[in-house]
């Protein structure tokens, strides 16, 4: 619980997984078209960002994210938020166990 506003970016990875623990989303969607990849949050100019033309939808939130991680060249574990809602049950990291359909429009 967090009664002081100003903590609430203190254990973030863990706050998102009890969040999501509770909300228990059905569907993730990452719109990964174009990512920003330096100079974030806000960016600096359209060189801060790259092409990827990628859109993932998965029913589990952690592998969704996890597989978003590796267009960054990170892994789930990287991520906090990431691993602590794999850790409490609500996904898989494991990339090569989930079934990945690619779709070119």
């Known amino acids: 619980m967090i009664t002081k506003p100003n903590q609430i970016h203190r254990n ?4 998102v997984a009890d969040l999501a623990s509770l909300v228990r989303p059905t569907l993730t969607v ?7 990849v330096t100079h974030g949050p806000t960016g600096g100019s359209l060189n801060d960002v790259q092409q990827t033309d990628t859109v993932i939808a998965s029913h589990d939130l952690v592998a969704a994210d996890a ?6 060249g990170l892994t789930g574990p990287d991520i906090g938020y990431v691993k602590a809602t794999a850790e409490i049950g609500l996904g898989t990291m494991d990339l090569g166990s989930v079934k990945v359909e690619e779709v070119n429009a």
């Open 67 to 72: 597989w978003a991680a590796t267009l960054f």
């Open 30 to 36: 990452v719109d990964a078209v174009r990512i920003l």
């Open 12 to 15: 973030l990875g863990q706050r």
